[in-house]
């Protein structure tokens, strides 16, 4: 059974330029939630999905970030015109429920702004 | 500022010894609290969770232990061992219907030979 998966694993973007990172829930699981983490911190909550549906956006910037997990496919967290202050990792995590406690994690994709 | 802080960036323990990492938290409406260990380059791994309607609950090697009246939450490591090198996060789940965990900025523990 494999875990969240999430690629890129690297993703290095020059500023101005879009990033678009994918997220693969766990088998089963139909919620997804997104995450950053800067050098040093703690994960921040940015964004939590189900299938077709943003319940949750109370993290995300109000500009240039967003995010879909459409019916077939992978959750997208797109991100636009992106600066150096966007580089940092970038976790997914999926629940196969509302229990939104019960997150398993991906291996995160770490994106890198020049 | 922070919901959920930690007492100590970095913590360096014996191999064989007793590790405890710290925790507060600011939100009395939190119910729900989650110990993750996140290893270089990797996502964080759950290691044991506690609601808030308990004082103590213990994992294999690991304890985790929550005093309510003065919002401290601690995770104690039984016998630490080099595979418990990480950072650890404290994550906290407020009541209320809030999605998202809140996180901790994390301690790293250090294992010496």
């Known amino acids: 059974n494999a875990g969240v998966m999430q690629n890129p694993r690297h993703l290095v973007r020059r500023r101005g330029q879009e990033a678009r990172l994918r997220c693969s829930p766990m088998?089963?699981?139909?919620?997804v939630y997104w995450y950053r983490q800067l050098p040093e911190e703690g994960l921040k909550f940015m964004v939590y999905l189900q299938k077709e549906n943003i319940i949750d956006e109370s993290g995300m910037p109000k500009e240039r970030f967003s995010a879909e997990f459409p019916k077939e496919g992978p959750s997208i967290l797109r991100i636009q015109q992106v600066v150096r202050g966007d580089s940092a990792a970038y976790f997914c995590a999926s629940s196969i429920g509302q229990a939104h406690y019960e997150q398993y994690f991906g291996p995160g994709t770490r994106l890198t702004v020049t | 500022g922070e919901s959920v802080g930690l007492h100590l960036p970095t913590l360096s323990v014996q191999e064989g010894d007793n590790s405890i990492i710290n925790c507060a938290y600011s939100?009395?409406?939190?119910?729900?609290f989650i110990w993750y260990k996140q290893e270089s380059g990797k996502g964080p791994q759950f290691i044991i969770d506690?609601?808030?309607?308990?004082d103590k609950r213990q994992g294999q090697r690991v304890t985790v232990l929550l005093n309510k009246t003065v919002k401290h939450l601690s995770l104690q490591i039984a016998a630490t061992q080099p595979g418990d090198s990480a950072v650890y996060f404290c994550a906290e789940v407020a009541g209320g219907g809030a999605d998202g965990l809140t996180f901790g900025k994390g301690t790293h523990l250090i294992i010496q030979p």
């Open positions: 506690i609601r808030s309607n308990m």
């Open positions: 088998k089963g699981h139909s919620h």
């Open positions: 939100n009395s409406a939190s119910d729900y």
